[in-house]
């Protein structure tokens, strides 16, 4: 295996922890804006507070090697979809502002409009990420200078918007079951009623994104037909997805989340391989698309980054196990302080 497919594979596993860590961070943040009481917004933001910055070093860091490991990649979408990328950006910083904010000032309007900020910026968060992972997927029109020619309207058509909505029905099921682990009594019993709604609405939409990609995106579908052990990992989704009402039913919290922690890696696997070797495919011409060669760093900025991982990712997971080793548990209101 050469470096290009290592690096790969290395960006590839950055951005999906950073899905299934930041995920129900994100999912929290909806499934707040589907609560009435300040305490239980509270108990929410609360839940996430020892954990949402240290997830996103995940994002920070997939961008970093991205960066380094396959530059024309990072110079191409991020010059190509700059308006875009700012107004992620600008959701980010609402969001984040809202957890430090919130507390700050003893007023119940003030308070109030940094929860509703946190929620809606959580949703806008997901959607937006899911978008730009469904124009990934269909293609964007690089040209043979590399460079992404696309305004902001065009970047919404239906397939990256279908995309969008699945990340946010996949996350706001996924830190609803988060969150069942963190609470209890009355806004338990509420967030498990929401948790089912949230996930039917997850299934109806998986079956349909899978219907619809293999339909009218054959070319994220090729390497899964010309290597059809890969058709495993959409179906451990499917079953996976099929026995968690029974989990929930149950009250095995810890399991449902563990499941759709396993769901969300799944998923962006699937996308994975259906882009390998491309980073981004072109709609104008496939020997336009950037790949995991055209788009790469010299064979010793590969060399070097990559030991600069082995000795960075094993701290990054260290930390994350340790951090929420250390704040398991529920959470109080008493013990709060966003």
Known sequence: MDLNIIWFILVTVLLTGYAALDGFDLGVGIASLFT???????????????????????????????????????????????????????????????????????????????????????????????????NVAQGLPVGQDMNIHINLFQLLTPYPILIGLLTIALFTMHGTFFALNKTSDELNANLLGFGKIVYWLFFILFIL???????????????????????????????????????LNKGKFKLAFTYSFIMTVLLMTILAVGLFPNFVPSTINPEFSLNLYNAASSSKTLTVMLIIALIGMPIVIAYTIWINKIFRGKTKIEETSY
């Not at 190509?80 to 957890?99: E, F, K, N, P, T």
């Not at 059809?228 to 029974?246: H, R, S, T």
């Open 36 to 134: 009435k009481k300040s305490e239980d917004k509270r108990i929410l933001m609360n839940s996430i507070g020892p954990l949402w910055d240290g997830n996103e070093v995940w994002l920070i860091t997939g961008g970093g090697a991205l960066f380094a490991a396959f530059p024309h990649v990072y110079a191409s979408v991020f010059s190509g979809l700059y308006l875009a990328l700012m107004l992620v950006l600008s959701v980010m910083i609402l969001r984040g502002s809202s957890l430090e904010f919130r507390s700050k000032v003893e007023s119940q309007s003030w308070m109030k409009t940094w929860e509703i900020t946190f929620g809606i910026s959580s949703l806008l968060f997901a959607l937006l990420l899911g978008v730009a992972l469904g």
């Open 209 to 247: 994104t899978t219907i619809v990609t293999f339909i009218f995106i054959p070319d994220l579908t090729a390497n899964f037909n010309a290597f059809p052990l890969w058709y495993v990992l959409p179906v451990l989704v499917l079953g996976m997805a099929l026995v968690l009402p029974k989990h």
